[in-house]
Structures are given as C-alpha cells and as structure tokens.
C-alpha cells in the first residue's frame, strides 16, 4: 500500500518530550514509528530534527502536530516554525476526545504520541502561526495586569478580614496596605504599556480609535481582546470568534426525558469573558440599542446574567465587525435589515431560546461618513469614563 500522509505526534513535558511518525496508507490503515524521547531543550530539537529526517519518507507531506500543554510547548512550536515545517498546536480535550473515539484507555507519554500522529494523519489540522511581536507582547501585558489584579483583591480581601478582628496585628495591615500601594503603581504603569503597545503601529492604533467609539468600550478591554485575538487575525467569521471565547450555545436534549437548560458553553478563552463582563453591564445603562436587547431578553427569560451575556456576545461580535471593515460605531445605524446583525439569544430553556441568524457575517456596522477629527478623550467611551461622566451630572 502507497503512503499518502504522514505526520509526526508530539506529546511534550517540562524537561521532555516523545515523538512518532504516523503514516497513513491509501486503504485507510496506520503505519506508526518507534516512539522516541529527547530533551526539551535545543540540544534535544535537533536531535529531533536529525531523528525525524531519517523515519519520515521523502517527496511526501509531512506534518508536526502536538498537545498544548501549558506553556511547555512554545519553545518546540516557534522552533519547527523557523524551520518553515507546517506546525499544528491542538487543545488537550480534542486530543483526549479523539483517543476515546479509538477506544484507548490508556495514558502514557508512548500511547499519547501515538493518538497524536495518527490524528494527524487522519485529519486536515489547523495550522499555526507565530503570532506578531506586538500581539505576542500585548498579550503578555494583559496577562501580567490580569495576575497582579488577582493579587490585589487577594490582599484586598485579606485586609478586610484583618480589619474584622480583635486587635489586628499592625505589622500586618501596614505591609497589606504597601503591598495594595505597589500593585497600583504596577498595574498603571502596565496600563500606559498596553497604550504604547498599540500606539507603536498607525493602523493598529486607528482601528482601536474606531473600537474606543463603542460605550462601554476601554482601551483595556481592547487590549485584552487584539491580544488573546492576535487582532483578530485567526478569526474567519463571527461563529468561529464566539466559539473561540465560549460564548457558543450548548443544547442538552435527548427523547421525552432529558429536557436540559440551554446555556453557553465556556470553553473557550476566559480572558475574554471576563474582559466583557463590566463592558456590558455600562452597554446596558448607556447605549440605547443594547439596552433595548438587555430588557427584552430578561423580560423573556427573567435571569439578567442572561442578559448580560447576550450583550457579551453583541459587544464581542461589533468590535470584530468594526475591526474588519475599519469604520467607527453609531449608535443610531442599527436597523438590522441596513447592518445585517442579528444577535443570538441564550435563555433558559429551548422553548424560549431565540436565535436569529447573521445574514452578512463581516458587515456589521457601517458608518454614515468618517469621524471627524476630535482630541483623543473624546472618544473614551470606556465604563470607568462614562460612570465618571454620571457622576458629575
């Protein structure tokens, strides 16, 4: 029997990693290597390199594809792809879903690099990119506000609880309140970054003016998304943009006797949903027309998370659109037969659920005419900008 794919498995570790050539033959059958194991490290890449080059068959395609196994895998990735070889990183669950499908229940290192490679032959993987310096940074930016956000809380809460007690140590609310003190001053010098991150490319920076015009929108939650997104450079439509961010609905329904709630899925990236979170609930107060679907969502489904999710999802979709045709947000331009945006609908239960289809996926929302010229705050639309502005009204 011919070979007519080939692709090598990876299953990586901290300090190793293992290998297999999968070949797949015309009658459908599998034809796998010796699994070997070498040194993550560069020392063990190009042993790897070397090793691959003398089981893999020349004159036919071949492939790498492996585990995204926390940030273990990056080294190897951005490797093979220096050495133009065609890379595939695939999520852990797509990997242990299609072992299960072979009825493997086994798991090793050997036995994982095996499923890999012949996944790789048997279907047309994805392939993957470096990302951009800018995004690559960006992205790390955001993580590092995100962490030292969590550590603030932390103590936040910690102090408080301190505070609540006979005689607190004042050794202890003194080293608390410092440490609150540094994360501010970190967390607003990480906040100028991400801005000179963005503002260090034009066109990046003109599309994120056009994005700032969305109320409830902030420089933060732009850079939060462009980041985890790469600027929405994996995404192809906006089915693919809500799946990649959990926000795709998940039916559970079987006969007469399973009746599940319908929900959305959360598998996906949580960055992004939490980013939204505080975007929508200022969308719901200050944007009309998302105030208008907030409402009749909840009037339907009686649950506001629902409807906050709904918004999630519509604010998600419009900076995806806004990014793509390059244009800025008007509130007023939102007749759904002019847009062709319809948004989807999660409530509670499949009687109640509405899903109205995308009829022109990128075509969103377009602008009467381009933006005047105005000074930069104008256009900060972000939630901690319009809250101020209530204020002092």
Known sequence: MDIIKQCVGIDIAKKNFTACVGKKKTDGSYELSKVSEFSNDKRGY?????????????????????????????????????????????????????????????????????????M??????PGWSAPSPLYKRLRAVCRL?????????????????LMCSYEPLVEAIRIYKSNIKRIDK???????????????????????????????????????????????????????LTSYCGYDVVKRESGTSIKGKTRISKKGNSNIRSAMHFPSMVATRFNSKMKEVYQRVVDRTK???????????????????????????QEDYHNSEQSGFHEEEVTSSSSTRRVEMDINKD????????????????????SEALLRQRQIS
């Open 46 to 118: 190009n042993q790897f390199i070397k090793w691959v080059g003398k089981s893999m068959l020349k004159g036919i395609e071949l492939s790498f594809a492996m585990e995204a196994t926390g940030i273990y895998w990056e080294h190897l990735a951005y490797h093979l792809s220096k050495l133009k070889k065609t890379v595939s990183v695939l999520l852990p669950n797509k990997v242990s879903h299609y072992g299960k499908s072979l009825n493997v229940k086994t798991k090793t290192d050997i036995v994982d690099a095996k499923i890999i490679a012949m």
């Open 120 to 125: 790789g032959c048997d279907r047309n993987l």
């Open 145 to 161: 506000h995100k962490a030292l956000q969590d550590d603030k809380t932390q103590s936040n809460n910690r102090l408080k609880q």
């Open 186 to 240: 970190e967390l607003a010098k990480l906040e100028l970054q991400m801005k000179e991150i963005l503002r260090s490319d034009s066109e990046v920076w003109s599309k994120v003016e056009n994005l700032l015009t969305i109320k409830g929108i902030g420089l933060k939650t732009v850079a939060i998304v462009l980041g985890e997104t790469q600027g929405f450079a994996l995404i192809k439509n906006q089915r693919q």
């Open 303 to 329: 649950v506001k998370k629902i409807g906050l999710v709904s918004i999630q999802r519509r604010l998600l979709v419009l900076m995806y659109s806004l990014w793509k045709t390059n244009k800025p947000y």
């Open 363 to 382: 075509k969103v929302v377009e602008a009467n005419e381009p933006p005047t010229t105005q000074n930069e705050h104008l256009y900060d639309q972000s």
